[in-house]
């Protein structure tokens, strides 16, 4: 449970576009360091799901400002432009309310 009210946190998923996986697997992968050395970041973990093609990011951010500055930085922007290319109906955002 988040500590600090402003806390975000949030699931982020993607599914590729048939025989995509390898490349948008590369792509997201390469969000990874860049994204939890952000100032702001409390957590940033990739996952592929057993539903094949499918990859799923559990984040922590500060606050909403941290996440909207993380949307904005280079390695994001230059990843984003290339889901269209990757990615079956484009980036999911759930983002997530603790309740017990």
Request: hydrophobic share 35%.
């Amino acid at each position: 449970m988040a500590t600090n009210p402003s806390e975000i946190n949030l699931v982020a998923s993607l599914i590729a576009l048939p025989g995509k996986e390898g490349e948008l697997r590369g792509v997201i992968r390469g969000l990874v360091t860049p994204s939890r050395n952000e100032r702001g970041c409390r957590r940033y973990d990739l996952y592929a799901s057993n539903n094949q093609g499918k990859f799923i990011v559990l984040e922590t951010w500060e606050s909403r400002q941290a996440l909207d500055e993380h949307m904005q930085t280079p390695h994001f922007k230059e990843a984003a432009a290339k889901f269209p290319e990757l990615v079956q109906g484009g980036l999911t955002l759930d983002f997530l309310e603790p309740i017990g």
